[in-house]
């Protein structure tokens, strides 16, 4: 029902930025990015609901990265600034078909996941 491609990732240097976006097909609802790093968790480092007016971000993004979209291209957004080592990761986008005024940050709520794009930080 919902396809989800995420694009923008690759390798850069500590304190570089990058942008990566995600093509969605399908009904508009709240969206969200995680990561997940080598041998750890997924985890949430940003949501944003259906309509844009309300986000989250984990602390250890906050300030760093920006979550946005733009309905009419059909495409979710990850701006991230001040890249650290710690951000290495495959970024995912995701999509929960429940939410749209609100933004969940807990993986199990979300039903539709892109492919995922490597993000590799060095020094």
């Known amino acids: 029902q919902v396809q989800l491609v995420e694009s923008g990732g690759g390798s850069v240097q500590a304190g570089d930025s990058l942008r990566l976006s995600c093509a969605v097909s399908?009904?508009?609802?709240?969206m969200g990015w995680f990561r997940q790093p080598l041998g750890k968790e997924r985890e949430c480092v940003a949501g944003?609901?259906?309509?844009?007016?309300?986000?989250y971000y984990a602390d250890d993004v906050k300030g760093r990265f920006t979550i946005s979209r733009d309905n009419a291209k059909n495409t979710v957004y990850l701006q991230m600034n001040s890249l650290k080592i710690e951000d290495t990761a495959v970024y995912y986008c995701?999509?929960?078909?429940?939410?749209?005024?609100?933004?969940?940050?807990?993986?199990?709520?979300?039903?539709?996941w892109g492919q995922g794009t490597q993000v590799t930080v060095s020094s």
């Open positions: 995701a999509a929960d078909p429940t939410r749209y005024s609100t933004v969940s940050s807990k993986s199990s709520e979300y039903q539709y």
């Open positions: 399908g009904r508009t609802s709240s």
């Open positions: 944003i609901s259906g309509r844009g007016s309300a986000t």
